[in-house]
């Protein structure tokens, strides 16, 4: 059985780490795996990037295709409001680029963001295809995360995140464009894969993937990359204070207004260095926090080992996502043996059940969220429990080889079933 992930990336951003875990694991299981990428940034010799034809005319047609949709999304870029992810078109510069994957049985659909042109890709492949949905975008009329507006349950238009009050703006022809292209694919050929109950609820309220099956499948990671460390080793090792409490945020994205940073922000202000807690983060960037707050910032982190660490290190992992999917950062948190506080929304619940693997707050409640965080770091006695259930909960459901399993039992079905 030979099976062809596509995403536009290979290791760089979460989706393509969950995807490169999943090709990773299987080949691990004697599945013949391997990687479709726009952009290659790994050694992996199973990762073949796209090369397109750099003739004139070929040239000249991925340029003006360029053109056409760069112009089309101009008139809306400064009426976005401020803090939003990119708005994604179903079509792309390349085509089909049909011609340069990899032979398969079984195409995996991840993230493809100005990868795939779904249009021509769906009308070319007679292969089965498994896509899992890391975000929203492949049921909408182009946002990543609707923020709860639910327009993609009826056609979009006046898409908030364009800015626009127009009925029949951008997002209404990207969305007709998927349904014309979702409603001629034979329900057998495309199954959808959603990594929490959340996503796949959404899936089956969509008028575009509703009528496909949905399995719920998911993220996993390497249980044995991301295992708990002595605590004080791992504190050691990274330079940080031996004693007091430590909460971990990841501040890669604090002007994306979905990551709720500000609302964290805003919890912490309530927090001094009387309280004994010191914020560690990871990312491009030091935050700017409250004077009075203890703060060491570890700048980018890409290897996994030193990831580890890091989790290890912290008493309580925070992450106060607005709307999320399946993070890989609580994953690896638990993995790790490391609370999880967050906000109650997408599929968080999922992965961060109070009194067991951490601890949530309602959505957007900064004032709860610091109440969650300081309760949890007063109480030794059940971060204790909760460091046990953490990584029995990440080793039984999140493993990597509990993942591969059920993806290679779905590839062999799908195949079994004749697409």
Same mark, same amino acid.
């Given at each position: ?226 295992? $708990?460390?002595?605590? !004080? ?7 940080? @204070? &031996?004693?007091?409490?430590? #909460? %971990?945020?990841? +501040? ?96 968080? $619940?999922?992965?961060? !059940? ?7 707050? @309602? &959505?957007?409640?900064?004032? #709860? %969220?610091?109440? +969650? ?47």
């Amino acid at each position: 059985m030979r099976v062809l992930h596509l995403n536009t990336d290979d290791v760089k951003g979460g989706a393509a780490r969950a995807a490169h875990r999943l090709h990773v694991g299987l080949r691990r299981a004697g599945v013949d795996s391997s990687m479709f990428v726009l952009r290659r940034s790994s050694d992996d010799l199973h990762v073949r990037a796209a090369a397109p034809p750099a003739n004139p005319l070929a040239w000249l047609r991925r340029t003006l295709r360029r053109r056409t949709i760069e112009r089309e999304f101009a008139r809306y870029a400064a009426k976005r409001p401020d803090g939003l992810e990119p708005f994604s078109d179903d079509r792309t510069e390349f085509g089909a680029l049909a011609e340069q994957m990899p032979a398969c049985d079984v195409l995996n659909l991840h993230w493809l963001r100005k990868f795939l042109d779904l249009g021509a890709f769906f009308a070319t492949t007679q292969r089965p295809v498994v896509w899992t949905l890391h975000d929203m975008n492949a049921f909408t009329g182009g946002c990543h995360y609707d923020a709860g507006c639910g327009r993609f349950t009826d056609r979009c238009g006046r898409c908030p995140q364009l800015g626009s009050a127009d009925e029949h703006d951008l997002s209404r022809a990207v969305w007709e464009r998927k349904k014309a292209m979702f409603d001629a694919l034979p329900a057998g050929r495309l199954h959808i894969v959603a990594l929490c109950e959340w996503m796949a609820r959404e899936v089956r309220r969509s008028p575009l993937l509703g009528r496909f099956p949905v399995s719920v499948i998911p993220n996993g990671l390497d249980t044995e990359v991301f295992a $708990p460390r002595d605590r !004080r080793a791992a504190r050691e090792q990274l330079g940080l @204070p &031996v004693d007091g409490r430590l #909460a %971990l945020f990841v +501040a890669e994205s604090v002007k994306n207004r979905r990551k709720g940073f500000q609302l964290l922000l805003d919890a912490l202000r309530g927090l001094n260095l009387e309280d004994g807690i010191t914020l560690l983060s990871i990312g491009r960037s030091p935050p700017e926090l409250s004077p009075g707050c203890g703060h060491k910032h570890l700048g980018e982190i890409h290897d996994d080992a030193t990831l580890a660490a890091a989790y290890s290190a912290a008493d309580v992992f925070v992450l106060p996502s607005l709307q999320d999917n399946l993070p890989n950062t609580a994953l690896e948190s638990l993995a790790c043996g490391t609370p999880v506080v967050a906000f109650d929304t997408g599929g968080i $619940p999922d992965i961060v !059940r109070p009194g067991l693997t951490g601890a949530l707050a @309602p &959505v957007g409640d900064p004032a #709860a %969220l610091r109440k +969650a965080i300081t309760s949890l770091l007063g109480d030794s006695d059940a971060l204790a429990r909760m460091w046990a259930h953490c990584r029995e909960v990440a080793v039984k459901e999140y493993a990597l080889e509990v993942q591969t399993k059920r993806y290679a039992a779905l590839y062999e079905k799908l195949l079994g079933q004749g697409g």
